[in-house]
């Protein structure tokens, strides 16, 4: 199994940046598509990032231009830089990790994205 801890949350100003990051245990990451998700109350949870083993990264439309992902596998760890905050990016997000199966599931935009995670991390809070 795979432990997932984020950190890095917490209280920003309007325009302001942070980073979050999600430390792996309990396995090598390197075969497994991470993901970013976020839980905005009264709405449904959102896929934020993805980032595959190759590097490949995806990110939400809601988030493009402002957000970015990028692994060091090394670390084992996933982090999820945010810049240019706004109120609507506050909520709770969650790292997930899921093993890579050659499907093309590991991208924001993909139907089976959340449905393709294994592992979930309890959560981060950010606040903008």
């Known amino acids: 199994d795979v432990q997932l801890v984020e950190s890095g949350g917490g209280s920003v100003q309007v325009g302001g940046s942070l980073r979050l990051s999600c430390v792996a245990s309990?396995?090598?990451?390197?075969?497994?598509?991470m993901g970013w998700f976020r839980q905005i109350p009264d709405k449904e949870r959102e896929g934020v990032a993805s980032?595959?083993?190759?590097?490949?990264?995806t990110v939400a439309d809601s988030v493009k231009g402002r957000f970015n992902v990028s692994r060091d596998d090394s670390k084992y760890t996933t982090y999820l830089h945010m810049t240019n905050l706004r109120p609507e990016d506050t909520g709770t997000y969650y790292c997930?990790?899921?093993?890579?199966?050659?499907?093309?599931?590991?991208?924001?935009?993909?139907?089976?994205?959340?449905?393709?995670?294994?592992?979930w991390g309890k959560g981060t809070q950010v606040t903008v």
């Open positions: 309990g396995d090598t990451i390197s075969r497994y598509c």
């Open positions: 980032i595959d083993s190759d590097g490949s990264t």
């Open positions: 997930a990790a899921g093993l890579e199966d050659g499907g093309p599931w590991c991208d924001t935009s993909s139907p089976s994205f959340s449905d393709g995670m294994e592992y």
